[in-house]
């Protein structure tokens, strides 16, 4: 009985120095969180942007991403010109089901078609309606943020550095021989 004691007052001690205490408690539902810049929620699809590639579909670990498109001609820009083939999005999916955001689908994209949108309402009742379209996903695109301002003291990229340098000087020629 001497040891229940004690044990009854500390605990009784310890709520009341929690009772004074601010709480820390986020209303989620009522008050949305304020998340932390470039935060992942989502993936977004800038379906301009697609070329069908593949790239995101073939490097994604878990294959959770769908894509169908089929080749159309397009027809030569001067007379006597050859015709050209372009591929048409026709689905582009992602199962967010098995996606595990790990975000290489962004990272391998060469033509910026992918993007993180820090969206994370987007729960279903049913497994099933976590297979999420184009339209979807294009949809999630208005919510992406403008990526972030280069570093003043950074260097500048090479693209920049290129574009500045003067043109070579003409090779003078040679000896006709």
């Known amino acids: ?5 004690p044990g009854i007052v500390q605990g009784l001690a310890t709520t009341a120095r929690t009772m004074t205490r601010r709480t820390h408690t986020h209303e989620y539902p009522d008050v949305r969180p304020e998340l932390p810049p470039r935060s992942r929620g989502v993936i977004a699809l800038l379906e301009e942007n697609c070329t069908s590639c593949m790239l995101c579909a073939r490097e994604c670990p878990d294959w959770c ?6 080749k159309e001609e397009i027809p030569p820009a001067t007379p006597g ?6 591929n048409v999005l026709d689905r582009f999916a992602i199962d967010y089901s098995l996606c595990m955001y790990c975000g290489i689908c962004v990272e391998v994209c060469p033509f910026d078609a992918l993007f993180w949108s820090p ?4 729960a279903e009742l ?13 949809q999630w695109m208005a ?7 280069l570093d ?3 260097a500048d990229p090479a693209e920049v550095v290129a574009a500045a340098k003067p043109p070579r000087p ?4 040679g000896p006709a021989g």
Do not use: C, N, W
């Not at 009985?1 to 004691?5: A, H, N, P």
């Not at 969206?119 to 987007?122: A, C, L, R, V």
């Open 170 to 173: 003409a090779r003078p020629a």
């Open 126 to 138: 049913d497994i099933h309606d976590l297979l999420h379209e184009k339209e979807r996903l294009g």
């Open 152 to 154: 003043p003291g950074s």
């Open 1 to 5: 009985m001497s040891g229940i004691l």
């Open 143 to 149: 919510t992406v943020p403008p990526p972030p301002a």
């Open 119 to 122: 969206e994370f309402e987007y």
């Open 81 to 86: 010109g050859r015709a050209r083939q372009r």
């Open 65 to 70: 991403i769908y894509i169908d498109s089929h």
